[in-house]
């Protein structure tokens, strides 16, 4: 869809609007309006993706991993702390892969909001994006509430 209606509306072409996570000991890790979260592989709402990216092996212990997550779902990366633009899935998944591995996700991923608040439909959608409450069903909340 966005591929098809983004010219239209934006003015550039778009191949999609990405949500990103990171599938790490068996386990696919993600952020949204509730904090950090994890499900099976391919568990959330959204389904299994439609494109993966491997980012390689970590040499981090699962415990590791585990303790510095918590830790990021205390601060960072809090549900009240996403913002649709600047403090969403893709920084998380991001900074996590570069953590685990030292690579970033792709930047075409990483710059859409950018490109989408650099015309001026995108500005006009902005306060009504930033309104909206993203929190991907899935699992279990790692580092809030419950988990």
Request: proline share 5%; hydrophobic share 35%.
């Amino acid at each position: 869809m966005a591929r098809n209606l983004s010219p239209i509306m934006l003015g550039k072409q778009l191949d999609g609007i990405w949500h990103t996570a990171i599938v790490v000991y068996g386990d696919e890790f993600f952020f949204g309006g509730v904090g950090i979260s994890s499900c099976s592989p391919g568990g959330t709402m959204l389904g299994s993706p439609d494109t993966v990216v491997e980012l390689g092996n970590t040499e981090v212990t699962e415990e590791i991993f585990m303790d510095y997550l918590s830790s990021l779902g205390e601060s960072t990366y809090r549900g009240d702390k996403y913002r649709l633009f600047e403090h969403n899935c893709n920084t998380f998944t991001n900074e996590v892969a570069q953590f685990l591995t030292g690579r970033k996700i792709p930047s075409h991923i990483t710059d859409l909001p950018s490109e989408v608040l650099s015309t001026p439909f995108g500005q006009i959608l902005r306060p009504i994006l930033d309104s909206i409450h993203i929190a991907p069903q899935g699992g279990n909340v790692i580092g809030g509430r419950h988990s």
